[in-house]
């Protein structure tokens, strides 16, 4: 099974940014994402949400939400 969370490193250790139920011992492995790729990957999902959000078929949504 592969899961995704997101963490941060403080005083040189990782700390998870949200609660996971590991048993002790877990082996895991860790992808480093620098500033640059992070900033590349949210203008990436940006770009492909707002031709999602854009798109004529997904109106209904904003008809309701002025209901």
């Known amino acids: 099974m592969l899961t995704t969370v997101r963490a941060i490193v403080r005083e040189g250790k990782i700390q998870l940014l949200e609660s996971v139920n590991l048993p002790e011992g877990s082996e895991l492995l860790v992808t480093i994402i620098s500033e640059d ?12 949400l707002q031709q999602i959000w854009d798109h004529p078929d997904e109106d209904v949504y904003g008809e309701l939400l002025e209901k």
């Open 37 to 48: 790729e992070n900033i590349f990957w949210a203008n990436a999902s940006l770009s492909s």
